[in-house]
């Protein structure tokens, strides 16, 4: 406080203080309920890509298999045999 400050002047400086700090305070709350949202989201993402990668995994070996288990034209017997 300085030595020409009024005690009205004092008051207000106080309140000015008191209100800026509610502000942050409401804004850390938002960015603490932001926060909070995006890493319930990312962990969703994150399974369903875990989810994805093993369907593809599956998808890709079902198509070797069935590319193994497909006779070739070159393997196959000529009817007149």
């Not at 700090?21 to 995006?38: I, P, S």
């Not at 070797?64 to 034209?73: I, L, N």
């Amino acid at each position: 406080m300085h030595d020409d400050d009024t005690p009205s002047d004092a008051a207000a400086r106080l309140e000015a203080l008191e209100s800026r700090l509610a502000y942050q305070e409401h804004w850390l709350d938002t960015l603490d309920r932001t926060v909070a949202a995006q890493e319930k989201r990312l962990m969703q993402l994150e399974r369903l890509n875990e989810l994805m990668q093993h369907k593809l995994r599956e998808q890709r070996q079902a198509l070797q298999e069935a590319e193994t288990a497909t006779p070739r034209p070159e393997d196959e017997v000529p009817p007149h045999y």
